[in-house]
């Protein structure tokens, strides 16, 4: 497989497929259709890469559902299949997305670059990389926004992710126990029509 495009952002028109891509799965959901969005001369759709899905209300932006994951585990195009629906149906937080609320929701989707694993912290560029940090079966991560939206400094940043994300001491981040990965995400969304 051809590296060089591995960590490449998608271009405007795989942007586009995209976001059909997760409307036409959601809506053939409800449906019981199959998809029928032809993606085969985009090679980056057969890539696997981490995947966060967000749906919000139209009128208002509110947040109606939002699942990911950060770790690739399928190729891209079915990983956005698989998060639309789980933002539609699984997110905890909100019952089941119903088909007459789907043209009422605006579709985001964040993908995110493979992980790269780090050696020291201060490679970490706040506002810029998200960060997953792994000790054992435990885990935490957050999205490059985190920083931004809480102005946090990389020990408050590093400390938080480990006490809240991961249930671990404050202070892993620092004693070498945590295995540390970064990643950028790029972030697109539907237009309002």
């Avoid at 539609?88 to 089941?96: G, H, S």
Wanted: one cysteine or more; a negative charge.
């Amino acid at each position: 497989m051809d590296n060089s495009n591995e960590s490449r952002d998608l271009n405007k028109t795989e942007q586009r497929l995209a976001l059909q891509l997760a409307r036409q799965t959601l809506e053939n959901y409800f449906l019981g259709k199959d998809i029928s969005i032809d993606l085969s001369s985009f090679p980056i759709f057969r890539q696997p890469r981490g995947v966060f899905m967000t749906l919000h209300k139209k009128d208002t932006g509110k947040l109606r559902g939002c699942v990911g994951q950060v770790v690739a585990v399928e190729p891209l195009g079915e990983a956005i299949k698989q998060m639309a629906i789980a933002a539609a149906i699984d997110d905890p937080r909100f019952p089941p997305l119903t088909h007459a609320e789907l043209n009422q929701v605006r579709i985001e989707i964040s993908v995110l670059s493979p992980l790269r694993k780090i050696d020291f912290p201060d490679q970490i560029e706040l506002g810029k990389h998200g960060v997953l940090i792994r000790q054992g079966l435990k885990s935490g991560v957050f999205l490059p926004q985190v920083a931004k939206e809480t102005g946090w400094d990389l020990a408050t940043f590093m400390s938080r992710l480990c006490t809240d994300k991961a249930g671990l001491e404050p202070d892993a981040w620092q004693n070498g126990s945590v295995e540390i990965y970064i990643f950028t995400v790029q972030t697109f969304t539907e237009n309002d029509s």
